[in-house]
Structures are given as structure tokens and as C-alpha cells.
């Protein structure tokens, strides 16, 4: 039987639930030969290659091309999951979701103490830059999502537990302890 | 779906960093741009929000390096509680920290040589962009697998032990930490079952370093040739001219050696560098303002360290040191791909380091945290994994942030990064119509030398998805390849 395809990406999140797969430590040499990767950040394959298992998905989104990589994560994966609080609800990013975006780029690149020479002005706003969404948003406000794993970022014992449920059919063992938020 | 969300469809492929090259009638380049994509608002949206949680907050910018943001905030809020500007913590605080920031130290550049560095180095620039990664070394060569995996897992153990957390820990908190190393944990980091030790540790990192030394016999075309431009380095150094990731005084050098930042007091950083914006990049330019934007910008993180300092306080690491110095005739190496032989040094100093900090007493006992008359306003400052980050904030009379200024160690290095992209893309580009697979790895292992943690300013592990645009006089798309 061929093993089961794995898929990461990391969206508008701090790459933290990344490292937290790292932080499977030896078990990283299991999971390679529990399951293939495929496109992830992890192993420098970039684009998918085939259809996939599973897919963990890191941030919520917020630009387009955050939006356009869920949705080919969508299209490409069986199984997707929101791994941390930045999938599951937009995390730390979302407290922009208050402000004007125009307030934001304004702060960062005209009135900060280390911007003095920017008289004229100057905005980011190239074609080749993605749009800004005026919000960030959760991961299941764009596409399905089957599962959530909670965490910022999930520690690395229930992220190995969820895989081998995932990739066993086995049922997760969930105790208390490592269902919270931090 | 409950919201509406208003999108440009997007047609190009994912990229955090993207680079464009145009060409001019001859068929030369013109110009080569690094851009960088992502945007988080972050100095405007902590405004408000109470001065105690930013080293909490800001550190979710970066996960790779959360400890560096923690402690910049740390220090800044130090600054700002009365607790001296890095120098007056009580002795626990400030060893209990710095245990903290060597450990991070370890596991961030463990987690480069190994994961992103050695698989180009092993598989070959131009190798199967399927295999140059962790698990291609897992399968080829399993012992260097695990030597990188576990080392990475000795760091963010000193992390667990320090902050509490391996990933966004709470353990520094303003005017010093929360708490004491556990005897339990000072036994498992000192003398733990095989590897987990700190005897193991500086075996393993003289082995990377030797295996390093002979690599570099080998491929002097890549390690030295490959790319090589002049670049002046920032970094901080210890009062006394030593290497020092968590405190001193702020120097830069030219591409010569000479100072032109005379081992300021970073509290007044602003007056010396500032940041151009441009229109294509979210991510600023960074120059020293005497200077100018033209020519004064620099280059931070590991090589920058090395060509700054004097000296290395640790036996081990300052013979290493030595031989670097002794190699480049005394004088700073130009040469981008030694940021990885400079990366590898600090390796060896930061596990040195841990094992002095280890077996001290402070860290057992003492008093964990002082205050004084508090302040409106502070500066923290320190040298992460990837270079010089700056932390400054204002605050109000109700302890709320006002005012929030980030300069993060990628930053830093944005115009070095577009230098590299530019001789590279010369080099290899110059009369093709056409571009070839190795060009595009000769691009990312360019920028990879860096390290660029684009997860601060952007996202995406090192290992960024490129794509790279070849244009026309007319802006024509002549060619465009995105890396597998
Ligand atoms: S959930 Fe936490 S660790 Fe994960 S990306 Fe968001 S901030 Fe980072």
C-alpha cells in the first residue's frame, strides 16, 4: 500500500506551528516513513505534484495570495486542518482587524521614528505586491475545514497524535492537558 | 461563507518572495529586484494594548526566533520599569536570559545548517531540488539527520527550561524573569542520556565545523568565488570589543574594516539609521543616515558579528575565530557564503556558552526581578540568530502603548540581500534568453546564505518559494519559473 501524502503551508502565521512539527524531535525520522511529503515549506517541494492526504495549514489570511494557496490547498487535499490559533481564528495578525488597513501601512512606513527620510511619502503599492484584505480572516471563512487543532502553537505531542490518528484511522487520544489554547 | 471577502484573482503561484529581473536591449540586466510580499501592521496594532504584554505579543511574529523578539521587548520594558538599560538586571535575571538566548541561538542556526544550508552543500547547488532537503539527508546520510535533528532539540530544551515554553514562552518579563532554573533540568541539560548533553553538544558542533573546513577545501568555487561584493557590517559588541548577542554597544565597519559607528549607545539609535521605503518591497531599507541611502547601507547576523568584533570570549570558538580572521587576511570577508562558516562558530560558542551557564550557581537562586522610576519610553536591543533587531516603544500614563518601531534582522539585511541577487543573476543570466533550473538554485542559495527569516517581516522557512520573471526592454515576459 502506498503511503499516505502529507502537505504543509504556512499562511499569515509566524511559522511557530511549523516548529512545533520540528519539535516531534526524533519522531520526524517515524513520520518520514509513515508518510510521504509532499508540498511544504518543510521539504522544498513548492508546488503540489500530486493529490494529496492531508494537508496542515498554518495562518489565516491575510492577502490574496494567502487565499489563493487555501484554496488550492482545498482543491489538492482530502483531509485539511487548521493547525493553530492563527488558522482556527486568525490569531495575533487579527488584531489589525480593528484598524483601517490604510492606518497600518501608514504607521509602518510614514510616521515611525526610523522613516524620517521618506518625505516623499512612499507606500508599498507595486503590482507585484499582493492586495491587503481588509481583514484577516479565519481559515474556515474561506474554505471547509475538517479539523482544528488548537494551540500557538499545538504542542508537538498532539500534533503527532493527530497525524497518526489521521494516517491509522485510529481514534486520538485527546486528554485534557493538551486541549487549550496556550 | 458569513463574510464577504473582496479579492484581485490571483494568477501567480504562491511566493513570500518573489524576484523580477529586467533585461535592456543587449540583452543585459538592468535590474534585478528581491520583493518582498507580506504585510502585518504590527506597529500600529499593539498601540493601545498594555506595555506588559509585548514580549508575549510580538514574538508571534516570528516562531523561529521567538526568543529574540521576547527579550527585545524584555529589555526595552526593562528600560522603561527603571531596571537599567541591559546591564542592571540582578544576576539570575540576566544569566537566566542569556541561557535562554544561547539556547535559541543553537537550535535556530542548528535548524539552518542542518535543514537549509547542508543540503545544498551535500546534494550540490545544482542537485535534485527533490532531495536537497532534511528528509533527502534523512534517507542519504541518517547520521547527519539525526545529529541535526537532535541538536535542534537540545536548544529548544534550554528554551523549555528557561522560558517555560518551546515556542512563545513567557519567561523574561520586564525588569528581569519568572523563574529560576529547576536542579532536575540543570542535571538533564548538563549530563543527560546520550546525545542530550552539553559534552555531546560541542562534540557535534567541532564536527559540523570540521565538516565545514572540508568542504570548503573542496568547493572553493562556491564558499569563496560565488559571490563576493564589498558591504559594510553592523552588529553589537561587547564594551571590551567581544562578540556579545545580548548585550553592548552598537559598532559598524566598512567593507575595509574601518569603523564607521563608533560603539554607540543603541538607546540612540535613531539617530544614526534610518529606513528608505520603497514602492515594490514591504520591507524597508535600512541605511546609517551619515552615510546616505546610496552606500550606507550594511549587512547584519553572523559574518556581520565576526567582522565586527575583536574577539570571542569562549576558548573553543575563539581558535575557530582566529583561523577565520587568519584566512581573510585580518580584514572582514566579503564573501556572503562565509555567513555560513561564521554561522557555524557561533554554533560552537553558543554551546560553550551554555555549558558556562549551566554549571552557575545564579541560576539556581537569587532575586529574579528589579524595578525602579519608571519611563515613557525605551529601546531594547540585541543580535538574533539573523542579525541586529531593534525593539523600541513609547508608552502613556496608563501603561498603554503609544508608539511601537521595529527593525528586524532581515530587514537589515534587504539591501545585501538584493546586492547578492543582482551579482548572482549577472553572472549566470547575462545574454540568456532562457532560465535554466541551476540558475534558480544559484539565486536561492544566495539568498539562503543570509538565512532570511522572512517570517518577521513575511513568512516561509528560509526555503522560500521563488519565482523568478525574466522581462524585456517592453516589460514583455520573455521567461518565468517558479522553484519546484
Ligand atoms: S498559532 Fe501561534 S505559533 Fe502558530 S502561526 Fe499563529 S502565532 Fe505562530
Known amino acids: 500500500m502506498s503511503k499516505p501524502i502529507l502537505a504543509t503551508t504556512s499562511l499569515a502565521g509566524c511559522f511557530g506551528c511549523h516548529m512545533s512539527i520540528l519539535d516531534i524531535d526524533e519522531r520526524i525520522l517515524e513520520l518520514i516513513e509513515l508518510v510521504e511529503f509532499n508540498k511544504s515549506p518543510i521539504d522544498d517541494i513548492k508546488k503540489f505534484t500530486k493529490k494529496c492526504d492531508i494537508g496542515l495549514i498554518e495562518g489565516g489570511c491575510c492577502n490574496s495570495e494567502n487565499v489563493h494557496v487555501l484554496k488550492d490547498f482545498r482543491e489538492n487535499c482530502k483531509i485539511l486542518v487548521s493547525l493553530g490559533e492563527c488558522a482556527i481564528m486568525g490569531g495575533l495578525p487579527a488584531m489589525r482587524n480593528g484598524i483601517p488597513i490604510k492606518e497600518c501601512l501608514e504607521e509602518a512606513y510614514l510616521n515611525g521614528p526610523t522613516v524620517v527620510g521618506n518625505t516623499t511619502g512612499i507606500i508599498p503599492n507595486d503590482p507585484e505586491l499582493p492586495m491587503l484584505l481588509d481583514k484577516v480572516y479565519p481559515c474556515h471563512e474561506v474554505v471547509k475545514i475538517d479539523y482544528h487543532l488548537p494551540g500557538c502553537p499545538p504542542r508537538a505531542d498532539l500534533i503527532w497524535e493527530a497525524l497518526v490518528a489521521l494516517v491509522t484511522g485510529d481514534e486520538m487520544k485527546m486528554p485534557y492537558e493538551v486541549i487549550k489554547f496556550d | ?484
Open chain 2, 1 to 484: 461563507m458569513g463574510q464577504k471577502i473582496t479579492i484581485e484573482p490571483v494568477t501567480r503561484v504562491e511566493g513570500h518572495g518573489k524576484v523580477t529581473i529586467h533585461l535592456d536591449n543587449e540583452g543585459n540586466i538592468a535590474q534585478t529586484r528581491l520583493h518582498i510580499v507580506e504585510f502585518r501592521g504590527f506597529e500600529r496594532f499593539v498601540q493601545g494594548r498594555p506595555y506588559w504584554e509585548a514580549p508575549v505579543l510580538v514574538q508571534r511574529l516570528c516562531g523561529i526566533c521567538p526568543v529574540s523578539h521576547h527579550l527585545a521587548a524584555a529589555k526595552a520594558l526593562d528600560v522603561i520599569v527603571g531596571a537599567g538599560t541591559g546591564d542592571g538586571l540582578t544576576p539570575t535575571g540576566e544569566k537566566m536570559r542569556r541561557l535562554m538566548h544561547y539556547g535559541q541561538f543553537f537550535q535556530s542556526h542548528t535548524l539552518h545548517f542542518f535543514h537549509l544550508a547542508a543540503p545544498d552543500l551535500l546534494f550540490g547547488i545544482d542537485g535534485d531540488p527533490l532531495k536537497r532537503n532534511i528528509i533527502g539527508i534523512a534517507l542519504e546520510n541518517k547520521e547527519l539527520a539525526v545529529q541535526g535533528v537532535m541538536m535542534r532539540k537540545y536548544g529548544q530544551e534550554v528554551i523549555r527550561a528557561t522560558a517555560g515554553k518551546k515556542i512563545h514562552g513567557t519567561g523574561a518579563i520586564p525588569g528581569g524573569i519568572n523563574k529560576h532554573l529547576s536542579e532536575e533540568d540543570k542535571e538533564y541539560l548538563l549530563n543527560g542520556d546520550d546525545p542530550i548533553n552539553i559534552a555531546k553538544m560541542i562534540d557535534w558542533s567541532q564536527a559540523a565545523l570540521e565538516f565545514f573546513h572540508d568542504y570548503h577545501k573542496k568547493n572553493k568555487d562556491i564558499i569563496d568565488e560565488f559571490i563576493d561584493f564589498p558591504s559594510s557590517y553592523l552588529s553589537l559588541v561587547r564594551k571590551d570589543g567581544a562578540l556579545d548577542i545580548y548585550h553592548g554597544v552598537l559598532r559598524a565597519v566598512d567593507p575595509e574594516g574601518k569603523k564607521i559607528l563608533h560603539d554607540v549607545d543603541y538607546q540612540e539609535y535613531y539617530k544614526y539609521i534610518d529606513e528608505e521605503v520603497r514602492s515594490w518591497s514591504y520591507m524597508k531599507f535600512p541605511y546609517l543616515k551619515e552615510i546616505g541611502t546610496k552606500t550606507g547601507w550594511y549587512s547584519v547576523g553572523p559574518l556581520a558579528r565576526l567582522n565586527t568584533a575583536d574577539f570571542i570570549d569562549t576558548p573553543l570558538a575563539q581558535k575557530e575565530f582566529e583561523k577565520f580572521k587568519a584566512y581573510n587576511n585580518g580584514k572582514p570577508s566579503n564573501k556572503p557564503m562565509h555567513y555560513h562558516w561564521a554561522r557555524l562558530i557561533e554554533i560552537l560558542h553558543a554551546a560553550e556558552k551554555m555549558k558556562e551557564l549551566l554549571n552557575d550557581p545564579d541560576l539556581l537562586e537569587g532575586e529574579l526581578v528589579i524595578k525602579g522610576n519608571k519611563s515613557y519610553e525605551g529601546v531594547g536591543l540585541l543580535e538574533a540568530p539573523r542579525g541586529t533587531l531593534f525593539h523600541h516603544y513609547k508608552i502613556n500614563d496608563n501603561d498603554q502603548i503609544e508608539m511601537a518601531n521595529l527593525i528586524v534582522s532581515t530587514t537589515n539585511n534587504n539591501q545585501p540581500m538584493n546586492e547578492a541577487v543582482n551579482q548572482v543573476a549577472t553572472k549566470m543570466m547575462t545574454g540568456k534568453q532562457k532560465i535554466t533550473e541551476g540558475m534558480m538554485n544559484a539565486v536561492e542559495v544566495a539568498i539562503r546564505a543570509y538565512d532570511p527569516c522572512l517570517s518577521c517581516a513575511t513568512h516561509a522557512l528560509g526555503q522560500m518559494p521563488l519565482e523568478i520573471t525574466l522581462l524585456d526592454q517592453n516589460n514583455k515576459v520573455i521567461d518565468n519559473k517558479t522553484s519546484v
